[in-house]
């Protein structure tokens, strides 16, 4: 049995970063994931995929926040159970917590962390009567390497912040890239917008508005597909391609978590956000975009605040008859499991006599 201070369930970025803010406290931690490799949807659905809002990176894609997050945290060796499904969470006696992942391995901890995003994703795909025999065969429901379309033709149905990026970002990879979207307005951001539509004059995107992917054909692989306008004097447009990728968003679902005995409101956890992110079971907590309060920001950032509220509280269930004396960073510096030390240089005073 694996026994640690804090079991985190999801080790996406805000489970990444619980583990440091815990490892200041001196809090040993473990980390559970259904992925083969931490970062969650960063690393496992949009790896190259720009985020603007991490404070002090004007821009930084996805998977490289991945790696500066373990990288942070290294120095607090945390453990990993990867590839596995926390399934089970069994109250102890003494109030402690036993989790057993669905190939039976078991986790004991005093404080139950479930960082797990929005759960698990299951993609939202087009009602086109064959297209699981093109699955993996030209046929895609997610992009993780933009390499893998250089120099080829792909189609791209959706209507979202999604379709239109990868579309823009695509223009300059691929051979000849076309969006199909079933309006003719967009729900994506506005730049986006514009700049989709600048690039379909420029010829870069082939752009299909008010019209849907119908048909895919090809024998072994996916060949072509064919397009159906709305404008029955359009009729149908027949495109060849080597890549369908439908981006319809994804289906969130809690999975075996929701079977726990939480508070659920709309496939969120409810907690308390006026004092420490607690559900309604005592010593289970729950952060990042799985849980919901009043007020709620579904943003990375909001996560890594809230992780370093939880272990403040995390640190008094553990430690009931200690007391910690928060310092800051700047002032204490970090010192790792692994014996480093990170501080600030001591300045050198010489009196003058």
Request: with cysteine; net charge negative; glycine share 10%.
């Amino acid at each position: 049995m694996i026994k640690t201070d804090v079991l985190i369930i999801g080790a996406g970025p805000t489970g990444l970063f619980t583990v440091f803010e815990a490892g200041l406290l001196k809090l040993k931690t473990h980390l559970i994931d259904a992925l083969p490799q931490p970062g969650g949807q960063c690393s496992e659905i949009y790896p190259k995929k720009p985020i603007y809002d991490i404070p002090a990176y004007p821009e930084i894609l996805a998977g490289d926040l991945v790696d500066r997050l373990m990288e942070q945290i290294k120095p607090f060796e945390p453990g990993f159970t990867l590839g596995e499904r926390a399934e089970t969470l069994e109250k102890q006696e003494d109030g402690s917590f036993i989790v057993t992942t669905n190939k039976g391995t078991k986790h004991h901890a005093p404080v139950v962390v479930i960082a797990g995003g929005l759960g698990s994703f299951e993609p939202r795909k087009p009602l086109i009567a064959n297209i699981g025999d093109y699955e993996d065969k030209g046929v895609v429901y997610m992009i993780k390497d933009p390499e893998v379309y250089r120099n080829k033709k792909v189609v791209i149905a959706g209507g979202g912040d999604s379709a239109l990026d990868w579309a823009i970002y695509l223009a300059d990879v691929a051979s000849e890239v076309a969006l199909v979207h079933r309006r003719n307005e967009f729900r994506g951001a506005l730049d986006s917008v514009e700049k989709a539509s600048e690039l379909a004059k420029l010829g870069k995107i082939l752009l299909y508005t008010e019209a849907e992917v119908k048909e895919i054909h090809g024998e072994n692989e996916l060949k072509a597909v064919v397009i159906k306008h709305n404008d029955e004097a359009k009729g149908q447009t027949y495109v060849e391609t080597d890549y369908f990728i439908p981006l319809f968003g994804l289906s969130p679902k809690l999975g075996p978590i929701g079977n726990w005995g939480l508070e659920i409101e709309k496939n969120a956890i409810m907690v308390n956000n006026a004092k420490d992110y607690q559900t309604n079971i005592p010593g289970v907590f729950a952060i990042g975009d799985v849980n919901t309060y009043p007020g709620k920001l579904k943003l990375i950032l909001s996560g890594f605040h809230e992780a370093a509220v939880m272990c403040q509280y995390a640190y008094q269930i553990i430690n009931p008859d200690k007391r910690f004396v928060m310092k800051y960073t700047t002032v204490g510096g970090v010192q790792g499991f692994d014996g480093t030390k990170k501080e600030a240089k001591k300045e050198v005073v010489q009196s003058i006599i």
